[in-house]
């Protein structure tokens, strides 16, 4: 892996990639060699005025399998040719690139995104779109997956889109066991909102159970329901749960989620499947009576809208007693 920076380079975004990408080998997990360069060999200035020094030029970017390029608050957001080329190069022979924040910039001026969808900070979508007409700037989304080229919203969206990256290229397990020992949030789903201004209720709002209150019926019912996804639920019986009237519930859940109750349960009940797929031999059947699907049909059809293949291509790919796979076809799917 090469971390691209450049002057100005975000220091919380340096400590993010390399906590997420850390050698946790010694817990079975993946081991990964990160590399942070730049445009060539020296002091590099952070946000907070620090100095860093790299020890490598763009030539890192040549053995890596996979290229992100760093948010900055230096400007302008360009890169020069050589550094550019490389990235061009690296993404030629088949790495994946990606980028977040302002680093998104800094790839979009490679051409590579363009005809494509991406995202960078929500304070700067209109800056990004009004630069680069080619390309569809998505405002409100934590990251895009384009493939082997994707891209992340600001600050802490970054770790949403690393951790789906492991979770893309070594399974949910990994992923989740990742964002354990990191002790992040292991999963926010990519149309989850990732900013959404708030108009702060009045004292004698949050005193007679107003928006407070909510949250943490909300947060209740996120964590009761996860425990029963084996059961059947439906949105009626969730806003009873959280004492509230379907309609408000369906109001707040999107609020706080960023997406509908139903699309939710589904994405969760998915997730475990994942790692039962990957950590179990429980036969296809059991794993989808178990996560509240309706029958083996039903969880493949839903694994291959996820996925682009059905649960037990998953399994041959991901499984516990399988070699693992890290590299996916220049699409972004699984290998077949």
């Not at 100095?51 to 030539?59: A, K, N, R, T």
């Amino acid at each position: 892996m090469a971390a691209f920076a450049t002057d100005g380079v975000s220091s919380f975004g340096v400590s993010a990639v390399s906590n997420v990408f850390a050698d946790r080998s010694h817990l079975g997990l993946p081991s990964f060699g990160l590399t942070v360069c730049a445009g060539g060999r020296g002091a590099l200035r952070t946000d907070l005025g620090h100095l860093m020094e790299v020890g490598h030029g763009p030539e890192a970017m040549s053995t890596a399998d996979l290229v992100i390029m760093l948010p900055t608050d230096g400007r302008p957001l360009t890169l020069r040719e050589p550094v550019a080329d490389a990235i061009r190069d690296a993404h030629r022979r088949g790495a994946i690139i990606a980028a977040y924040g302002t680093g998104s910039f800094l790839l979009a001026g490679t051409g590579l995104l363009d005809g494509r969808r991406a995202t960078t900070d929500w304070r700067l979508v209109a800056d990004l779109a009004g630069r680069h007409p080619r390309i569809t700037v998505e405002p409100e989304v934590l990251y895009v997956d384009e493939g082997r080229l994707v891209t992340g919203a600001g600050a802490a969206a970054g770790i949403d889109m690393c951790l789906h990256l492991l979770r893309r290229e070594h399974g949910t397990a990994v992923a989740n066991a990742v964002a354990r020992e990191a002790m992040v949030a292991p999963r926010r789903e990519s149309g989850e909102v990732h900013y959404v201004p708030a108009v702060p209720a009045p004292p004698d709002a949050r005193a007679a159970g107003g928006p407070r209150a909510d949250d943490a019926r909300m947060d209740d019912v996120l964590r009761w329901s996860r425990t029963r996804l084996h059961q059947a639920m439906s949105v009626d019986d969730l806003a009873r749960h959280a004492l509230m009237s379907p309609r408000t519930f369906a109001r707040r859940f999107r609020e706080v989620t960023g997406t509908t109750p139903h699309a939710w349960l589904r994405d969760q009940r998915l997730d475990r499947a994942e790692e039962l797929l990957e950590t179990t031999d429980l036969p296809i059947q059991e794993i989808a009576d178990r996560v509240g699907f309706r029958s083996d049909g039903v969880l493949r059809d839903h694994f291959v809208k996820r996925h682009g293949v059905p649960p037990r291509d998953y399994r041959r790919v991901f499984g516990r007693r399988r070699e693992p796979v890290t590299r996916h076809a220049p699409d972004g799917r699984l290998p077949r």
